[in-house]
């Protein structure tokens, strides 16, 4: 099945503790993105990458890192730095950049809970 | 300033009616239009995707209509279902150098028997 997995789904993690979530997508798309959902606000990009080993800060970029050594993965680091980490956590694709109007798919999200 | 307003914020219907969303926005110069239905606890899945030449999309029961000139678009749900019962949101485009993405906080929709 072609597709876009994100993991875990829920994930717990006392403060001050780094955490990384997975994203694995296996639809050859170029570009991935990382975004944030909060009750009461739209979806806000962390970051984004549109080429393997390459990868630019979104609208909510602190206290995040990634990395994008290898296509089909697109791994989000939640650091103690970020100072507001509970939230849903969601992965996405796309073949060329979204802006330019092409479908983005979607990952299942991870839940992060901070404790 | 980029915004993106959706209304009603929450809709009930009951199965087998008709319901209509709005999106209005501000956001120019305008690339595209998309609408997207997530459901409760997971990933949004596109349902149309409209461009500035294109006035309707249908995808199923799911007809989305665009007004480029007013700024303003709709999705129209025919014939709904207990499935429908989603948060269905708007994504702008901009064009050029406002090429980024802009979401609105969505439409809650719950189908009731």
């Known amino acids: 099945d072609g597709g876009i997995t994100q993991s875990p789904k829920y994930l717990f993690r006392k403060e001050g503790q780094n955490v990384t979530l997975s994203c694995e997508q296996n639809?050859?798309?170029?570009?991935m993105y990382w975004y944030r959902q909060d009750p009461g606000q739209g979806l806000r990009l962390i970051y984004y990458s549109q080429i393997v080993n390459d990868f630019q800060k979104g609208d909510i970029a602190e206290g995040y890192s990634v990395s994008r050594e290898k296509k089909e993965s697109f791994p989000l680091t939640v650091t103690s730095a970020q100072k507001n980490p509970t939230a849903f956590y969601l992965c996405a694709s796309s073949s060329t950049p979204q802006a330019t109007g092409t479908e983005a798919f979607f990952g299942q999200g991870t839940r992060l809970t901070v404790v | 300033k980029n915004q993106v307003e959706q209304s009603p914020q929450s809709l009930i219907i009951l199965e087998g009616k008709n319901c209509t969303l709005q999106?209005?926005?501000?956001?120019?110069?305008?690339?595209?239009l998309r609408w997207y239905k997530q459901d409760t606890g997971r990933g949004p899945v596109s349902l149309t995707i409209m461009t500035f030449s294109e006035n309707t999309k249908s995808n199923g029961r799911y007809t989305a209509t665009l007004d480029a000139d007013t700024k303003q678009s709709s999705l129209h749900i025919t014939a709904s279902q207990l499935s429908d019962s989603a948060s269905y949101i708007c994504?702008?485009?901009?064009?050029?150098?406002?090429?980024?993405?802009?979401w609105g906080l969505g439409t809650s929709l719950a189908v009731n028997p």
């Open positions: 994504v702008v485009s901009g064009a050029g150098n406002n090429r980024k993405l802009i």
């Open positions: 639809l050859n798309h170029d570009a």
């Open positions: 999106c209005n926005y501000t956001v120019s110069p305008f690339s595209n």
